[in-house]
């Protein structure tokens, strides 16, 4: 596409693109977290057919790839995180085991009816939600293959309206722990595992990158609507997080499909 043909609406999509590629992860997370939850895996062998879910540049996907056995496949509706760690992949001599590919999570996914052993998804199966995820990702796990996915979840039963308000705007199908392991049950898993995700993974590892990252995004585009709105909405997530982290925070979930 040239310029001339781009809409506002594609400028300010390749913009949040762009600057959400310059980081090393899109969401709270480690490779603390992601090794834990690689912990409760124990059915995976070098014929291992995975699947990386939102994978973005694909920080989880390495530590995937490194750590455990089969072929990874990372799913990501953004181009350039697809081309960024396709990239690193090659870097780091795994290109033979990770294949990144640009796909729609609330499409039909590329894979076979019951092939996978594994669908791995961090802070990404909000985009299709919850329920409707663990559903329909679930035929194209084998029984007795697992799925992990980290979420946000409410920590208590009740809570300040302003962090409630936030949370039915942006997601209003966030849930206690208790109610989540329900559905999860309810999809036809059994809940293996759940842990919360340390406050590291939030403040060190995705709000102090994201505020470096910031600082160049916003000299480079300095004066730019769409960058300083982005700055905004973005530093306010970090203030609510600062504020009511004992409300709500981000949990693995990981879970085995049993047979009926
Ligand atoms: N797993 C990564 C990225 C999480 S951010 C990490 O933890 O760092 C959520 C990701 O979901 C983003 O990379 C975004 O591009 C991707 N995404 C959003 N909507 C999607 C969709 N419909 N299909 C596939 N990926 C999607």
Known sequence: MNNENKTIHDFDFSLICEFFSSMERQGP??????????????????????????????????????????????????????????CNAEQLGLQNRVKGIVGSMTEELPFEKESLDLIWSEGAIYNIGFERGLKEWSRYLKTGGYIVVSESSWFTDERPKEINDFWMNAYPEI?????????????????????????????????????????????????????????MSQGYEEVLYRKYKDFYGYTFFIAKKIGL
Not at 64 to 72: F, N
């Open 29 to 86: 997370g480690s490779l603390d977290v992601t090794l834990k939850a690689l912990s409760f895996i124990d059915n995976l062998t070098d014929k291992s057919l995975i699947a990386d879910i939102g994978c973005g540049t694909g920080g989880q996907t390495m530590t995937l790839a490194k750590h455990a056995q089969g072929e990874i496949t990372a799913l990501d509706i953004f181009p350039d995180f697809i081309s960024m760690l396709n």
């Open 175 to 231: 849930d206690t722990i208790p109610n989540q392991v329900a559905k999860i049950h309810k999809a036809g898993y059994l809940p293996v595992a759940t842990f919360i995700l340390p406050e590291s993974c939030w403040t060190e590892n995705y709000f102090a990158p994201k505020i470096k990252a910031m600082k160049i995004f916003l000299n480079k585009y300095q004066g730019n609507k769409t960058a300083e709105e982005l700055a």
